[in-house]
């Protein structure tokens, strides 16, 4: 792996024409860390990969329960679709040899967060950012909304993933980090390569250099035996039946039902998750636990990766997750209902449970 990386050939076309982008360093440009680098990543998450959410960014507020605190500044804290945490630092230039200390230290520290102060942070962040305002409750829930097919805790959180971000490394750090990741520690180094192009505009690239592809995915040979569908492998998106549904009802997930019964009175229509926790009798963090337990099932019993239901935040103007029914899928659990209306009558799954919070069987 060279040092300087500077493999990378950025051209800008038109028509036939083509012309060669010169490379420049963010530096030469008069750009710094904190307020180009660090803005550009926030703005564009999946800089640092796919499905991540920034959390935080620029903490240094570390104490030990002995009362000794630390000022050492984190750059970024995401939050991936998976759950787990990252511990993301951004280099101006070539990153010192270092780094990976730095991240390693940041991500055991980052390692002992509870949802609460998760929450917390991704509001002070969010009203600092943006401002936009949110309670600590409100950004709880974005989070798990981010996170939906996992319960947010901190058994989650206590292995959090590295990203390193730099324009270029040295070989002292590229052999550790190679060496951490074959000891299991996941950390990956990421490369960004600044551009000007004839016309004086700036263009940023960014790629992962580490850990590369396993060259064995790129290859076919005879099949031996039977295929067998590798671990990791996406789960394909499967429309949901009545079948399906009664088979669900039959599991008794009182939230997700609630989700249902609710949705499927208003075809169409994005619910809020207030009116669903309000239904099935649980609170919010109760009800976004259940729902995320639900992920689970959805892609280990029902072997899809899809929920039911659309869902989105804010799509209804509040800070809270939203979930929606397309008339097709409604008229499907109104059939696994039996042809009642949802609401109605004893053979509602929800019902008892909205009556009686006591009621609500655990997630299985």
């Keep these: 792996m060279p040092s300087d990386m500077s493999d990378e050939v950025l051209f800008t076309v038109s028509g036939a024409q083509a012309e ?14 904190p307020y180009h680098l660090e803005k550009w990543v926030t ?10 959410l920034i959390v935080a960014s620029q ?6 329960p002995t009362g000794v605190e630390s000022h050492d ?12 945490l990252l511990v993301a630092e951004l280099k101006r230039g070539k990153a010192p040899d270092t780094v990976y200390l730095q991240a390693i230290k940041y991500a055991a520290m980052s390692s002992r967060f509870s949802l609460d102060q998760l929450a917390t942070l991704h509001a002070e962040f969010l009203s600092r950012t943006t401002g936009q305002k949110l309670t600590s409750e409100e ?4 989070l798990q909304a981010h996170a939906s097919d996992v319960e947010l805790s901190p058994d989650v959180f206590l292995k959090p993933r590295i990203v390193l971000l730099a ?3 040295s070989e002292p750090v590229t052999t550790s980090v190679v060496w951490l990741v074959e000891q299991g520690v996941d950390i990956t180094m990421r490369r960004y390569q600044a551009y000007q192009t004839v016309g004086d505009e700036t263009i940023l690239t960014v790629s992962q250099i580490y850990p590369v592809a396993d060259i064995a995915s790129f290859l076919m040979g005879p099949r031996h035996g039977q295929a067998k569908p590798q671990e ?7 429309e949901w039946s009545a079948e399906d549904f009664a088979t669900l009802i039959g599991l008794g997930f009182p939230v997700p039902t609630a989700v249902l019964n609710t949705c499927a009175e208003h075809p169409g229509e994005w619910v809020p998750s207030t009116a669903i926790y309000q239904r099935a009798g649980v609170t919010q963090p109760s009800g976004s636990g259940q729902l995320a337990g639900f992920g689970y099932s959805v892609r280990t019993r029902f072997k899809r990766r899809n929920h039911p239901w659309e869902t989105e935040w804010k799509a209804g103007g509040e800070n809270v997750n939203y979930y929606r029914l397309d008339s097709a899928t409604a008229a499907k659990w109104h059939a696994a209902l039996g042809g009642q209306e949802p609401g109605e009558g004893p053979q509602n799954p929800d019902s008892q449970i909205a009556a009686d919070p006591s009621a609500v069987p655990a997630v299985s």
């Design 167 to 169: 324009e270029s490394y």
């Design 59 to 64: 903490y240094d507020r570390w104490i030990s």
């Design 139 to 142: 950004a709880g829930e974005k």
């Design 43 to 52: 703005t564009f998450p999946q800089a640092l990969g796919p499905g991540v």
């Design 20 to 33: 060669l982008a010169k490379v420049v360093k963010i530096e030469d440009l008069g750009m710094t860390e």
């Design 73 to 84: 500044r984190l750059d970024l804290l995401g939050l991936g679709s998976d759950g787990r």
């Design 232 to 238: 990791g492998v996406e789960l394909p998106e499967v």
